[in-house]
Protein backbone atom coordinates (compact mmCIF):
# COMPACT_ATOMS: atom_id res chain seq x y z
CA UNK A 1 0.00 0.00 0.00
CA UNK A 2 1.74 3.26 -0.85
CA UNK A 3 2.23 5.92 1.45
CA UNK A 4 0.60 9.38 1.41
CA UNK A 5 -0.05 12.30 3.88
CA UNK A 6 -3.11 10.47 5.08
CA UNK A 7 -0.52 8.11 6.84
CA UNK A 8 0.67 10.90 8.64
CA UNK A 9 -0.92 12.58 11.68
CA UNK A 10 0.58 16.18 12.78
CA UNK A 11 4.04 14.68 11.08
CA UNK A 12 4.25 10.81 12.96
CA UNK A 13 2.65 8.27 11.23
CA UNK A 14 -0.10 6.76 11.51
CA UNK A 15 -0.51 2.89 12.43
CA UNK A 16 -0.57 0.43 9.50
CA UNK A 17 -3.62 -0.52 7.90
CA UNK A 18 -5.32 -4.43 8.78
CA UNK A 19 -4.97 -5.19 4.98
CA UNK A 20 -1.05 -4.78 5.54
CA UNK A 21 -0.59 -6.96 8.15
CA UNK A 22 0.94 -10.19 8.10
CA UNK A 23 -0.99 -13.91 8.42
CA UNK A 24 1.34 -14.19 11.40
CA UNK A 25 0.66 -10.36 12.73
CA UNK A 26 -3.28 -11.28 12.50
CA UNK A 27 -3.23 -15.09 14.00
CA UNK A 28 -1.04 -13.42 16.77
CA UNK A 29 -3.35 -10.56 17.40
CA UNK A 30 -6.39 -13.42 17.68
CA UNK A 31 -4.58 -15.42 20.07
CA UNK A 32 -3.80 -12.22 22.25
CA UNK A 33 -7.45 -11.33 22.22
CA UNK A 34 -6.72 -8.02 20.36
CA UNK A 35 -8.92 -9.15 16.98
CA UNK A 36 -11.45 -11.17 16.70
CA UNK A 37 -11.40 -14.31 14.77
CA UNK A 38 -13.82 -13.37 12.69
CA UNK A 39 -12.61 -10.11 11.03
CA UNK A 40 -8.60 -11.82 11.21
CA UNK A 41 -10.18 -14.88 9.55
CA UNK A 42 -11.78 -12.87 6.94
CA UNK A 43 -8.24 -10.46 6.44
CA UNK A 44 -6.13 -13.57 6.41
CA UNK A 45 -8.79 -15.75 3.49
CA UNK A 46 -9.17 -12.40 1.69
CA UNK A 47 -12.42 -11.90 2.04
CA UNK A 48 -12.55 -8.62 3.74
CA UNK A 49 -14.29 -6.02 2.34
CA UNK A 50 -12.05 -3.01 1.97
CA UNK A 51 -14.01 -1.04 4.46
CA UNK A 52 -12.59 -3.34 6.92
CA UNK A 53 -9.34 -3.96 5.47
CA UNK A 54 -8.79 -0.18 4.96
CA UNK A 55 -9.14 0.50 9.39
CA UNK A 56 -5.89 0.83 11.10
CA UNK A 57 -4.99 -2.03 13.23
CA UNK A 58 -5.35 -1.76 16.94
CA UNK A 59 -2.63 -0.03 18.65
CA UNK A 60 -1.14 -2.92 20.64
CA UNK A 61 -1.15 -5.18 17.22
CA UNK A 62 0.66 -2.14 15.36
CA UNK A 63 2.82 -1.62 18.14
CA UNK A 64 3.15 -5.54 18.72
CA UNK A 65 4.48 -5.87 15.12
CA UNK A 66 6.87 -2.71 14.84
CA UNK A 67 8.80 -4.09 17.80
CA UNK A 68 8.72 -7.52 16.21
CA UNK A 69 10.11 -6.46 13.18
CA UNK A 70 13.12 -4.65 15.70
CA UNK A 71 13.68 -7.55 16.97
CA UNK A 72 12.15 -6.70 20.13
CA UNK A 73 10.25 -8.73 22.60
CA UNK A 74 7.38 -6.92 24.03
CA UNK A 75 7.28 -8.83 27.59
CA UNK A 76 4.55 -6.32 28.82
CA UNK A 77 1.96 -3.86 27.39
CA UNK A 78 0.34 -0.86 29.22
CA UNK A 79 -2.32 0.89 27.63
CA UNK A 80 -3.97 4.09 29.06
CA UNK A 81 -6.74 6.50 27.65
CA UNK A 82 -4.03 9.16 26.44
CA UNK A 83 -0.74 6.95 26.99
CA UNK A 84 1.12 3.52 26.65
CA UNK A 85 3.36 2.24 28.16
CA UNK A 86 5.58 -0.80 26.31
CA UNK A 87 8.06 -3.41 28.44
CA UNK A 88 10.54 -4.83 25.91
CA UNK A 89 13.75 -6.86 25.98
CA UNK A 90 16.53 -5.96 24.54
CA UNK A 91 18.94 -8.55 25.88
CA UNK A 92 18.88 -11.77 28.00
CA UNK A 93 18.03 -10.24 31.26
CA UNK A 94 17.72 -6.87 29.96
CA UNK A 95 14.43 -5.32 29.80
CA UNK A 96 13.31 -1.12 29.40
CA UNK A 97 9.82 0.62 29.27
CA UNK A 98 9.06 2.93 26.75
CA UNK A 99 6.37 5.25 27.11
CA UNK A 100 4.26 7.78 24.88
CA UNK A 101 2.17 9.94 25.83
CA UNK A 102 -0.41 12.71 24.21
CA UNK A 103 -0.03 16.30 25.54
CA UNK A 104 -2.66 17.69 27.31
CA UNK A 105 -3.15 20.43 24.83
CA UNK A 106 -3.70 17.71 22.11
CA UNK A 107 -7.68 17.13 21.82
CA UNK A 108 -7.66 14.21 19.46
CA UNK A 109 -10.55 11.65 18.50
CA UNK A 110 -10.16 8.13 19.80
CA UNK A 111 -8.83 6.71 16.43
CA UNK A 112 -6.41 9.78 15.98
CA UNK A 113 -5.19 9.77 19.48
CA UNK A 114 -3.78 5.70 19.01
CA UNK A 115 -2.47 6.96 15.90
CA UNK A 116 -0.26 9.60 17.18
CA UNK A 117 0.96 7.17 20.37
CA UNK A 118 1.89 4.57 17.94
CA UNK A 119 3.86 7.29 15.68
CA UNK A 120 5.34 9.10 18.50
CA UNK A 121 6.70 5.90 20.20
CA UNK A 122 8.07 4.97 17.02
CA UNK A 123 9.22 7.87 15.54
CA UNK A 124 9.92 9.56 19.01
CA UNK A 125 10.63 7.64 22.03
CA UNK A 126 11.93 4.47 21.10
CA UNK A 127 14.71 5.83 18.78
CA UNK A 128 15.33 8.02 22.06
CA UNK A 129 16.79 5.17 23.75
CA UNK A 130 17.03 2.09 21.24
CA UNK A 131 20.40 3.09 19.78
CA UNK A 132 22.22 3.28 23.34
CA UNK A 133 20.57 -0.20 24.65
CA UNK A 134 21.57 -1.91 21.35
CA UNK A 135 25.08 -0.97 22.34
CA UNK A 136 24.91 -2.21 25.47
CA UNK A 137 23.53 -5.68 24.87
CA UNK B 1 -18.22 -20.45 5.52
CA UNK B 2 -20.88 -22.58 6.17
CA UNK B 3 -22.17 -23.90 9.72
CA UNK B 4 -19.97 -26.68 10.07
CA UNK B 5 -16.57 -24.76 9.46
CA UNK B 6 -18.12 -21.88 12.00
CA UNK B 7 -18.41 -24.36 14.70
CA UNK B 8 -15.10 -25.84 13.88
CA UNK B 9 -13.79 -22.10 13.92
CA UNK B 10 -15.80 -21.51 17.36
CA UNK B 11 -14.29 -24.55 19.08
CA UNK B 12 -10.63 -24.12 18.22
CA UNK B 13 -11.09 -20.46 19.85
CA UNK B 14 -12.84 -22.42 22.43
CA UNK B 15 -10.09 -24.25 22.89
CA UNK B 16 -7.27 -21.59 22.38
CA UNK B 17 -9.24 -19.56 24.96
CA UNK B 18 -9.05 -22.53 27.55
CA UNK B 19 -5.33 -23.20 26.44
CA UNK B 20 -4.40 -19.76 27.51
CA UNK B 21 -6.81 -19.31 30.78
CA UNK B 22 -4.06 -22.16 32.40
CA UNK B 23 -0.92 -20.14 31.68
CA UNK B 24 -0.06 -17.15 33.72
CA UNK B 25 -0.04 -14.27 31.45
CA UNK B 26 3.21 -13.15 32.83
CA UNK B 27 5.93 -15.81 33.90
CA UNK B 28 5.55 -18.41 31.65
CA UNK B 29 4.56 -20.90 34.41
CA UNK B 30 0.51 -22.23 35.17
CA UNK B 31 -1.87 -20.59 36.35
CA UNK B 32 -3.73 -20.29 39.43
CA UNK B 33 -6.63 -22.19 37.53
CA UNK B 34 -4.04 -25.18 36.27
CA UNK B 35 -3.01 -25.28 39.81
CA UNK B 36 -7.09 -25.89 40.47
CA UNK B 37 -6.78 -28.84 38.10
CA UNK B 38 -3.97 -30.38 39.45
CA UNK B 39 -5.45 -29.93 42.85
CA UNK B 40 -8.18 -32.18 41.84
CA UNK B 41 -5.48 -35.05 41.29
CA UNK B 42 -3.92 -34.50 44.22
CA UNK B 43 -7.14 -34.63 46.78
CA UNK B 44 -8.20 -37.78 44.85
CA UNK B 45 -4.54 -39.31 45.45
CA UNK B 46 -3.93 -39.59 41.35
CA UNK B 47 -1.34 -36.97 41.09
CA UNK B 48 2.24 -38.00 40.39
CA UNK B 49 3.20 -34.95 43.23
CA UNK B 50 3.61 -35.03 46.51
CA UNK B 51 5.82 -32.83 47.73
CA UNK B 52 4.81 -28.73 47.43
CA UNK B 53 6.85 -25.91 47.56
CA UNK B 54 5.90 -22.04 48.46
CA UNK B 55 7.46 -19.68 47.31
CA UNK B 56 7.41 -16.03 48.04
CA UNK B 57 9.26 -12.52 46.14
CA UNK B 58 11.69 -10.64 49.11
CA UNK B 59 10.67 -6.99 49.72
CA UNK B 60 8.35 -6.96 46.70
CA UNK B 61 6.62 -4.26 47.71
CA UNK B 62 9.86 -2.21 48.00
CA UNK B 63 11.29 -3.33 44.64
CA UNK B 64 7.42 -1.94 43.04
CA UNK B 65 7.48 1.16 45.42
CA UNK B 66 10.72 1.89 44.49
CA UNK B 67 11.37 1.11 40.31
CA UNK B 68 7.72 1.28 39.40
CA UNK B 69 5.03 -1.81 38.74
CA UNK B 70 6.48 -2.03 34.97
CA UNK B 71 10.09 -3.44 37.51
CA UNK B 72 8.06 -5.65 39.52
CA UNK B 73 6.41 -7.42 36.36
CA UNK B 74 9.87 -7.79 35.45
CA UNK B 75 10.98 -9.48 38.29
CA UNK B 76 8.29 -11.79 38.31
CA UNK B 77 8.83 -12.81 34.49
CA UNK B 78 12.60 -13.36 35.57
CA UNK B 79 11.36 -15.27 38.73
CA UNK B 80 9.22 -17.19 36.39
CA UNK B 81 11.98 -18.09 34.29
CA UNK B 82 14.20 -18.93 37.10
CA UNK B 83 11.66 -21.54 38.28
CA UNK B 84 11.21 -23.34 34.99
CA UNK B 85 14.96 -23.79 34.56
CA UNK B 86 15.11 -24.89 38.13
CA UNK B 87 12.23 -27.23 37.85
CA UNK B 88 13.00 -28.79 33.75
CA UNK B 89 15.23 -31.36 34.72
CA UNK B 90 12.82 -32.88 37.99
CA UNK B 91 9.93 -33.13 36.07
CA UNK B 92 8.04 -30.92 38.38
CA UNK B 93 5.66 -28.01 37.70
CA UNK B 94 5.73 -24.37 38.63
CA UNK B 95 2.66 -21.73 39.10
CA UNK B 96 2.05 -18.48 39.94
CA UNK B 97 -0.49 -18.31 42.61
CA UNK B 98 -0.92 -14.10 42.84
CA UNK B 99 1.25 -11.68 42.95
CA UNK B 100 4.28 -12.67 43.97
CA UNK B 101 3.27 -16.04 45.38
CA UNK B 102 4.63 -18.86 43.53
CA UNK B 103 3.88 -22.95 43.92
CA UNK B 104 6.30 -25.62 42.38
CA UNK B 105 4.62 -29.43 42.56
CA UNK B 106 7.41 -31.99 42.66
CA UNK B 107 7.97 -36.00 43.84
CA UNK B 108 9.48 -35.92 46.62
CA UNK B 109 12.56 -38.16 45.43
CA UNK B 110 13.84 -35.18 43.57
CA UNK B 111 13.95 -32.94 46.84
CA UNK B 112 17.18 -33.37 46.88
CA UNK B 113 18.18 -31.81 43.25
CA UNK B 114 15.43 -29.43 44.18
CA UNK B 115 17.00 -27.79 47.48
CA UNK B 116 20.68 -27.32 45.05
CA UNK B 117 19.17 -26.16 42.22
CA UNK B 118 17.17 -23.94 44.32
CA UNK B 119 19.59 -21.99 45.68
CA UNK B 120 19.67 -20.25 41.91
CA UNK B 121 16.28 -18.09 42.93
CA UNK B 122 18.27 -16.58 45.96
CA UNK B 123 19.75 -14.41 43.59
CA UNK B 124 17.60 -13.43 40.58
CA UNK B 125 19.30 -10.57 38.73
CA UNK B 126 18.35 -8.56 35.60
CA UNK B 127 18.64 -5.20 34.10
CA UNK B 128 15.66 -2.71 34.41
CA UNK B 129 15.94 0.47 32.50
CA UNK B 130 19.54 0.37 33.02
CA UNK B 131 19.66 0.09 36.41
CA UNK B 132 20.81 -3.91 37.73
CA UNK B 133 18.21 -4.72 40.20
CA UNK B 134 17.66 -7.94 42.03
CA UNK B 135 15.46 -10.39 43.27
CA UNK B 136 15.44 -13.47 45.58
CA UNK B 137 12.96 -16.20 46.94
CA UNK B 138 12.06 -17.51 50.34
CA UNK B 139 10.90 -21.10 49.68
CA UNK B 140 9.28 -23.26 51.80
CA UNK B 141 8.41 -27.20 51.24
CA UNK B 142 6.38 -29.51 52.94
CA UNK B 143 5.95 -33.45 51.98
CA UNK B 144 2.34 -34.80 51.41
CA UNK B 145 1.76 -37.57 54.49
CA UNK B 146 -1.17 -39.00 51.89
CA UNK B 147 -4.09 -37.30 53.58
CA UNK B 148 -4.08 -34.04 53.44
CA UNK B 149 -5.54 -31.75 50.58
CA UNK B 150 -3.49 -29.43 48.51
CA UNK B 151 -5.22 -26.39 50.55
CA UNK B 152 -4.09 -27.83 53.48
CA UNK B 153 -0.62 -28.42 52.11
CA UNK B 154 -0.67 -25.24 50.49
CA UNK B 155 -0.72 -23.40 53.65
CA UNK B 156 2.35 -25.70 55.36
CA UNK B 157 4.43 -24.33 52.95
CA UNK B 158 3.41 -21.39 53.19
CA UNK B 159 3.99 -21.30 57.01
CA UNK B 160 7.33 -22.98 56.28
CA UNK B 161 8.25 -19.91 53.86
CA UNK B 162 7.25 -17.52 56.32
CA UNK B 163 10.35 -19.10 58.38
CA UNK B 164 12.37 -18.78 55.53
CA UNK B 165 12.02 -15.18 55.10
CA UNK B 166 13.00 -14.27 58.79
CA UNK B 167 16.19 -16.18 58.41
CA UNK B 168 17.33 -14.50 54.95
CA UNK B 169 17.43 -14.31 51.22
CA UNK B 170 16.73 -17.42 49.29
CA UNK B 171 15.76 -19.75 52.40
CA UNK B 172 14.36 -23.23 51.88
CA UNK B 173 12.52 -24.85 54.91
CA UNK B 174 10.45 -28.22 55.15
CA UNK B 175 7.26 -27.83 57.45
CA UNK B 176 8.18 -29.61 60.91
CA UNK B 177 6.23 -30.09 64.14
CA UNK B 178 8.44 -27.73 65.17
CA UNK B 179 6.96 -24.73 62.82
CA UNK B 180 3.52 -26.39 63.72
CA UNK B 181 3.94 -25.20 66.82
CA UNK B 182 5.10 -21.95 66.10
CA UNK B 183 2.14 -20.79 63.95
CA UNK B 184 2.00 -17.44 62.19
CA UNK B 185 0.03 -14.01 63.93
CA UNK B 186 -0.78 -11.12 61.68
CA UNK B 187 1.16 -8.32 62.58
CA UNK B 188 -0.53 -4.28 61.47
CA UNK B 189 1.32 -1.03 62.20
CA UNK B 190 1.95 2.08 60.24
CA UNK B 191 5.13 3.28 59.34
CA UNK B 192 6.24 7.16 61.85
CA UNK B 193 8.51 7.98 58.63
CA UNK B 194 6.48 7.14 55.50
CA UNK B 195 3.04 6.27 56.85
CA UNK B 196 3.00 3.07 54.83
CA UNK B 197 0.55 0.80 56.27
CA UNK B 198 2.44 -2.48 56.86
CA UNK B 199 0.63 -5.69 57.56
CA UNK B 200 2.35 -9.41 57.31
CA UNK B 201 2.46 -12.81 58.66
CA UNK B 202 5.30 -13.42 61.27
CA UNK B 203 6.10 -16.80 63.28
CA UNK B 204 4.47 -16.08 66.61
CA UNK B 205 7.39 -16.47 68.77
CA UNK B 206 9.50 -14.62 66.75
CA UNK B 207 6.80 -11.84 66.26
CA UNK B 208 7.86 -8.10 67.48
CA UNK B 209 5.25 -6.37 69.12
CA UNK B 210 6.31 -2.99 67.56
CA UNK B 211 7.68 -2.26 63.54
CA UNK B 212 11.17 -2.74 63.42
CA UNK B 213 11.73 -1.59 59.98
CA UNK B 214 9.59 -0.19 57.54
CA UNK B 215 9.81 -2.49 54.18
CA UNK B 216 8.13 0.93 52.05
CA UNK B 217 10.67 3.46 52.75
CA UNK B 218 13.67 1.37 54.71
CA UNK B 219 13.25 3.10 57.63
CA UNK B 220 14.39 1.38 60.99
CA UNK B 221 13.44 1.52 64.52
Known amino acids: MSSNQDDFILGLPRRPRLADASAGAILGAIALGILTGGVGGAIIGGVAGGALANQRQPLEMAIREYFKNQILDVTFYYPAPRAVKVTFQYGANAYYTVESILPDDLQLTPEDAADWLYGNLIQQELPRILPRLRRAS | ?221
Open chain 2, 1 to 221: MNLDEAIDQLERFVGDVRQSSLIDDKPNLGSALALRQEERLINDGKSVFNLVVFGDLNDFKHLNDEHGHEAGDVAINEVGKAISKVIENLRGKGYRLSGDEFIILLDQDSVGGFLSASTSLANVIFSYDEKELKTSMSLGYVVSDGKSSLSELQERAEVACQHAKLQGEGTCIEWSGAIESNPLVRRTARCEKCGARISCNIPKLSAPQNLICCPSCGADF
